[in-house]
């Protein structure tokens, strides 16, 4: 869907708030000390004028123009009255400062439309998620997105706060399962030319479409989040990433209705680090091929994840009838567990939602390189390892390293099914040795 092009305790938030302070701090410190030794060099009078702040992000931080406190400029958490107003308020005045600026969303329920926070600033911006967002059942509410972070750099949330998205308010209008090129809901919350990102602690409910998307984004980390949504709700991806790079997801839980990680086109640099998710679709990459000019995605690297009920384990998905030429390569999967996983291992160069491709079509997506190693645990269907490539661009470089995956029913076998795939295995049973 176009929509994964375009479309991120409590001493632990204390500490990130300290990153972002520390080099202010510092700068703030040999200011004054040169305010006070240069005059006595000099002859002058002790007192002196104040340094004047600079303008740039990151520099000393001067007093915003308003109120950061979202609960000074109207905004009530009651869970009815409407804080759209209030928060953007908050955020132009951050925008406007310069220094850190942290914006505070205190203890309540805050009830939002759209929030288009929208840069660029002359500022670092926290926010400080103590409270809970919850975003309108009300549709018309909503340009595209529901909280959409656009043109920003040196950005925060932390806090142990909730951005319920209230899906369950408009799930029933959801008609992609029909409708392949269906109206796409709102995202929770979006990461649009954002560089210099950090989201940390919270947790996002109940999407209304995906949870997080991030697009055109550098060096993003998502830390000790929660991601949850039952799991059929409808299109409630964890997190989506695309045509970005240096990307960290670690420490995280996901549980949704679909796949708990997408890794779109044009993503390079991605690490997922100690992540749980399930139930949903898995760890995905892609789709792919599905637009024209998308770009190749590589370096992507999974360590020390759980996987838990999911339909898919790692998966990696393009069109049968790919619209772009692109390359998927240099993928490591490390140290990951798989209970009660169907498809556990997937690549799939002839995927077809929907029955929209044309079956004979030639992929021009060029898989390669692809590590699988100390994969282990049990699978919910007797396919443990499914390579299905293309017939005219075989996959290439697959490697099966220490894995040991078992069907966990009685009645049949663990077996692998290879097509048009070339690479080798090492410690790997008999039966999933299909290469």
């Not at 007093?63 to 107003?85: E, F, N, Q, Y």
């Not at 656009?150 to 319920?164: A, K, P, Q």
């Not at 959801?174 to 709102?186: G, H, R, S, T």
Request: include cysteine.
């Amino acid at each position: 869907m176009r929509a994964r092009h375009h479309l991120t305790d409590l001493q632990s938030a204390k500490t990130q708030e300290m990153a972002f302070t520390n080099v202010v701090a510092v700068m703030a410190a040999a200011a004054a000390l040169l305010l006070l030794v240069s005059p006595a060099r000099a002859g002058a009078p002790a007192a002196a004028k104040p340094m004047a702040a600079p303008a740039a992000a990151g520099g000393a931080p001067s007093v915003p123009a308003g109120p950061l406190d979202i609960t000074k400029l109207g905004a009530k958490g009651d869970g009815k009255t409407d804080s759209t107003k209030a928060i953007l308020e908050a955020w132009k005045n951050a925008c406007g400062a310069t220094g850190t600026q942290k914006i505070l969303i205190p203890q309540g329920n805050f009830l939002t439309g759209a929030l288009e926070l929208s840069g660029p600033c002359t500022s670092q911006i926290i926010i400080r998620l103590d409270g809970n967002l919850l975003g309108t059942g009300d549709l018309n509410a909503y340009k595209k997105n529901w909280i959409e972070v656009m043109h920003v750099e040196h950005f925060g949330i932390n806090g142990r706060g909730i951005i319920d998205g209230q899906g369950p308010l408009v799930w029933k209008n959801n008609e992609c399962a029909k409708n392949y090129n269906c109206k796409i809901m709102p995202n929770s919350l979006v990461l649009d030319y954002v560089t210099n990102a950090q989201i940390r602690g919270v947790t996002l409910l109940n999407s209304k479409f995906f949870h997080m998307n991030i697009f055109m984004s550098t060096n993003v980390e998502i830390e000790k989040v929660n991601i949850t949504a039952p799991g059929d709700s409808p299109n409630t991806d964890g997190i989506h990433i695309g045509d970005s790079s240096n990307i960290t997801i670690k420490a995280t839980t996901i549980a949704t209705g679909d796949d708990c990680i997408s890794i779109g086109p044009g993503s390079k640099g991605i690490r997922v680090q100690g992540v749980r998710c399930g139930p949903g679709h898995g760890i995905s990459v892609g789709s792919l091929g599905r637009y024209k000019d998308e770009k190749d995605i590589e370096d992507v690297t999974v360590t020390d994840a759980t996987l838990v009920g999911t339909t898919n384990g790692l998966r990696i998905k393009s069109y049968e009838d790919s619209k772009s030429q692109l390359k998927a390569c240099k993928f490591v999967y490390d140290g990951v567990t798989m209970d009660n996983v169907s498809f556990p291992i997937i690549i799939d160069q002839k995927y077809c939602p929907n029955n929209i491709c044309v079956k004979s079509g030639a992929s021009k997506i060029a898989v390669s390189d692809i590590v699988f190693k100390n994969v282990r645990g049990t699978s919910a269907t007797p396919e443990v390892v499914t390579l299905n490539c293309a017939n005219n661009l075989p996959c290439q470089g697959i490697q099966l390293v220490n894995v040991d995956v078992k069907y966990n029913k009685p009645g049949n076998t663990t077996m692998a099914i290879c097509h048009n795939a070339a690479g080798k295995t090492s410690g790997v049973p008999k039966e999933l040795a299909c290469l």
